[in-house]
């Protein structure tokens, strides 16, 4: 692996995680042209950041956490998102080169946005989980065209299975349990890791959720059925180790 061949996407990843951390924060806003062309300005006076204020990371530390202007907290999630970003290209550039490792950064840099919306709103919206159906096919059929019905099947399997499981708690509880973005994403996830990888995604899911609402119990939270759980998040994780490794082996 040439030096010029991983370098490009880890000095590039702060910057697209500081733009995908913007782009989580306007999700719910009804301005979807705004959502990616607005200029970013402070949550809590709205005045409008220069240039000096949008270094990833650096300004962040720089101004302690703190607007230049009104002095109010920023939080942690913009540079924790930047810093992900750069943990997702880094991780990608161990495992892979050239065309492979823009598209395992493209692929994991989407998962981050999806995670971090899921945790912050609940929320998988479809201008992330639908392009990475289609993207998660053309990759199959750019790089393994014979793997590719396996990974259409993977995209039909995903969706019709979180769909028939909203059935049967419906019919149990009386009620709807799992969204449809998360029929959508895992229709993504069958797209990208294929039919056959598409039962580890599973676990890996239930288990980061699992382990979500136990966390919740020892700080206090009563465990419920009814508890919510961003578990699109951790499907998300699913996908991004099951792309990275495979799926785990059958004894």
């Given at each position: 692996?040439?030096?010029n061949s991983w370098i490009y996407p880890i000095v590039f990843a702060p910057f697209v995680g500081s733009f995908l951390g913007v782009i989580v924060t306007r999700t719910e806003s009804s301005d979807h042209l705004g959502m990616v062309l607005g200029r970013s300005a402070c949550m809590s006076c709205g005045v409008q950041l220069a240039p000096r204020d949008l270094v990833?990371?650096?300004?962040?530390?720089?101004?302690r956490g703190r607007c230049r202007s009104c002095g109010k907290r920023?939080?942690?999630f913009l540079p924790m998102i930047e810093l992900s970003a750069v943990l997702i290209a880094v991780w990608s550039a161990v495992l892979f080169?050239?065309?492979?490792?823009?598209?395992?950064?493209?692929?994991g840099w989407t998962l981050l946005a999806l995670a971090a919306t899921d945790f912050k709103y609940y929320l998988l919206p479809d201008f992330f989980?639908?392009?990475?159906?289609p993207a998660g096919l053309f990759v199959a059929w750019l790089f393994d065209r014979e793997s590719l019905p396996a990974h259409g099947l993977g995209a039909l399997a995903g969706y019709a299975f979180v769909i028939a499981l909203?059935?049967?708690?419906?019919r149990l509880r009386g009620k709807e349990g799992m969204g449809l973005g998360d029929a959508k994403l895992l229709s993504a996830a069958g797209a990208w890791?294929?039919?056959?990888?598409?039962?580890?995604?599973?676990?890996?899911?239930?288990?980061?959720?699992?382990?979500?609402?136990?966390?919740?119990?020892?700080?206090?939270?009563t465990l419920s059925l009814t508890?919510?759980?961003?578990?699109?998040?951790?499907?998300?994780?699913?996908?991004?180790?099951?792309?990275?490794?495979?799926?785990?082996a059958a004894e």
């Amino acid at each position: 692996m040439t030096f010029n061949s991983w370098i490009y996407p880890i000095v590039f990843a702060p910057f697209v995680g500081s733009f995908l951390g913007v782009i989580v924060t306007r999700t719910e806003s009804s301005d979807h042209l705004g959502m990616v062309l607005g200029r970013s300005a402070c949550m809590s006076c709205g005045v409008q950041l220069a240039p000096r204020d949008l270094v990833p990371v650096v300004s962040w530390l720089l101004l302690r956490g703190r607007c230049r202007s009104c002095g109010k907290r920023i939080g942690l999630f913009l540079p924790m998102i930047e810093l992900s970003a750069v943990l997702i290209a880094v991780w990608s550039a161990v495992l892979f080169s050239s065309a492979l490792l823009w598209v395992s950064c493209l692929l994991g840099w989407t998962l981050l946005a999806l995670a971090a919306t899921d945790f912050k709103y609940y929320l998988l919206p479809d201008f992330f989980t639908l392009p990475l159906i289609p993207a998660g096919l053309f990759v199959a059929w750019l790089f393994d065209r014979e793997s590719l019905p396996a990974h259409g099947l993977g995209a039909l399997a995903g969706y019709a299975f979180v769909i028939a499981l909203r059935w049967v708690y419906s019919r149990l509880r009386g009620k709807e349990g799992m969204g449809l973005g998360d029929a959508k994403l895992l229709s993504a996830a069958g797209a990208w890791v294929s039919w056959a990888g598409l039962p580890t995604v599973i676990l890996l899911g239930a288990l980061g959720g699992l382990c979500f609402a136990l966390y919740g119990g020892l700080r206090g939270t009563t465990l419920s059925l009814t508890n919510r759980v961003p578990f699109g998040a951790f499907l998300c994780l699913g996908v991004w180790l099951v792309w990275l490794y495979g799926p785990l082996a059958a004894e």
